[in-house]
């Protein structure tokens, strides 16, 4: 196989595009910067790890001290949402700059911190370069983790999850809805009866 190659022209839909080029690298995490650069003479993509660490870092930092659980849930659930309606589409979903605002809006973040957005967009190493959604999310889990637990739920289902304080702690509460295992061992809840 190899580590690293191209092809142009592109044939897109039966035809030849000749205003395009197609890269591969094996490793898509080593795009070789200079070899984009000399060869071709563009800019070059984000990876898709700098995308999705792109985008968290826009979402930390624009929501600042209000990033809390339910508005970083309400995002997921929103490109979730996005995601399904374009299921059919042969092209990728990509959010530009007005799109992540956009995403924010209908997420609930309040109108203050959405002033702090361009800013925070702006700061990032590739202010412009769209993010394709399927890099920044996965459509097939939703983790939640701290230091000594993780926890990965159904997409469709992080309505089972909420936070909560209980006797002055922070709590992550899971409802539970049908049988518990244990390391494959199937348990009883307690307050649950056996039958």
């Known amino acids: 196989m190899p580590a690293k190659g191209f092809l142009f022209p592109v044939f897109n839909d039966r035809c030849t595009d000749i205003h395009s080029i197609l890269y591969y690298t094996k490793n898509p995490e080593q795009l070789q910067e200079g070899f984009i650069d000399s060869m071709f003479g563009c800019t070059y993509p984000l990876t898709a790890k700098n995308q999705k ?12 001290d209000d990033c809390d659980y339910e508005t970083v849930k309400n ?27 956009r995403l924010m809006e209908a997420s609930g973040v309040p109108d203050e911190k959405l002033t702090h957005f361009e800013d925070t967009f702006d700061a990032e190493d590739e202010p412009d370069t769209p993010l394709v959604v ?21 997409p469709e289902r992080t309505d089972l999850i909420e936070t909560r304080v ?28 056996a039958e």
């Open 75 to 101: 995002i997921h659930d929103t490109l979730n949402g996005l995601m399904e309606e374009a299921k059919d589409s042969p092209d990728p979903l990509i959010l530009s700059r007005p799109d992540v605002k």
């Open 134 to 154: 399927s890099n920044i999310i996965s459509a097939r889990s939703f983790s939640i983790r701290t230091p000594d637990v993780s926890i990965s739920v159904s």
């Open 166 to 193: 209980i006797d002055g702690r922070k709590c992550l509460v899971i409802a539970i809805e049908d049988g518990v295992e244990v390391n494959g061992v199937q348990v009883q809840v307690q307050g649950e009866t």
């Open 53 to 64: 660490e792109t985008f968290n870092t826009i979402i930390s930092s624009t929501l600042g």
